[in-house]
């Protein structure tokens, strides 16, 4: 296994797909790894890749969108089913540490009985993480579309959504996750090695543009639809004459 690298586990957009699973990725650093989003599939597509979860130590979610988080409690329960005794570090949304405390107690993964600690750790914009590799998260406007229900029915939520910007090894990494649009993440992206970028809600035509005017090593096109919209954004990617896009599927893996 390489020393430092991302894998892809779910490339699907959140209409959930046959032979796709939803948001999730792998950032390995050294011995450690770290789960970045756990949506539909992701644990299944975890094991078909031969990984090990007792060497997963923590995991980041960008938002609680079902396609982004569904199998968190799975993934916990795979690590305490294969005999986890370390603490595990969920890094979640700060809006999301009541609810989901409430809901491991709901699942029967209450955490006083599990025998290993489970820290929720509730982050927000500009929050940093630093050891192996460094995250910053970045608060981008997925989900602001939320607010006129939010208001209407007075409902706790605070729409937080972040991008993630990483540095391992000397690479620099950015992971959009949802945005609403270009404008979320389009002054970090000049620059950077690696791109992982969500598809489904940005204006792809403006993509394009954009990626031929800033320096970057990698873009990882990902969150995908269906087989017609895949062959429509190859096509797309074609006529650039770009060659640096790469379709995500499951089980891409990339050294950094």
Known sequence: MLSNMFVVLGSSSGMSQANRATSGYILQAGESMTLIDCGGGVTSSFLKRGLDPLAVD???????HSDHVCELTLFIQLIHLKGREQPFDVYIPEEFVEPFRSYLNAVYLIPERVPFTINLIGYHHGFTYNDGFTLKAIANNHLSVYEPWIKKLNL????????LAIELNGKTIFYTSDIRDLDDVKKYLDGQDMIIIE????DLDAFFEL???VKVGKFILTHL???EEVFELER???????QNIVMAYEGLTIEI
């Open 211 to 213: 990626a031929q005017t």
């Open 156 to 163: 706790p939520n605070k729409m937080q959504c972040f991008s």
């Open 199 to 202: 598809t489904t809600h940005i």
């Open 225 to 227: 639809g269906t087989k």
């Open 236 to 242: 797309k990617t074609r006529a650039t004459h770009l």
């Open 58 to 64: 923590r995991v980041f979610i960008s938002h609680t």
